[in-house]
């Protein structure tokens, strides 16, 4: 069996109603990895979880639009110093990447959370570079950046309760599933 047509498999299992802990044990030991197994069922967005948490997904979709318009325009005025064709290209990637985020909030997928987390926080440190001019600012601009990344985490961990930082969960060497 291909992983494709074992991943279809399993996301069938899921959502005929098979718990997630069903799932794993019903297909550990077939040839897959466990963790590659762990991964899809953790994955798999509950739609249950997901209508109970849509009022949250939706405040960070409507962030992730503000986001990509000021995107836009500070990329616009970044590469117009540049020249006319940076411009263009500048304004692009500062309302694309973040548009992307939105679609991969609002598709639900679990590595769109995960991405975003782990690329905005490497970032963080500079964030500060213009601290010695203007502290205040920098410091309302970094705490904003933090709240709407801890908050894409939080959102995260509701939709996919099975999910530690970046893996499936893992308690004393066994993966661990909340249905």
Request: glycine share 10%; net charge positive; aromatic share 14%.
């Amino acid at each position: 069996m291909d992983k494709k047509q074992a991943r279809r498999q399993v996301i069938a299992s899921l959502e005929a109603g098979r718990s997630k802990g069903e799932t794993f044990a019903a297909f550990a030991g077939s040839g897959i990895k466990e963790r590659l197994l762990a991964f899809w069922i953790a994955a798999y967005c509950d739609p249950r979880l997901y209508a109970r948490h849509r009022r949250k997904v939706q405040v960070l979709l409507a962030v992730m639009l503000l986001q990509a318009a000021v995107g836009a325009v500070a990329g616009f005025f970044l590469g117009s110093a540049i020249g006319p064709k940076a411009a263009w290209v500048f304004t692009l990637l500062g309302g694309v990447v973040p548009l992307l985020f939105a679609w991969g909030f609002h598709k639900p997928s679990v590595n769109a959370y995960s991405l975003y987390g782990i690329l905005t926080l490497s970032q963080f440190p500079r964030l500060f570079e213009g601290y010695a001019e203007d502290p205040l600012g920098t410091l309302v601009g970094a705490a904003i950046t933090l709240g709407v990344v801890f908050f894409a985490l939080y959102v995260r961990r509701l939709i996919f309760p099975d999910f530690a930082f970046i893996g499936p969960r893992k308690v004393k060497g066994r993966y661990v599933f909340s249905s």
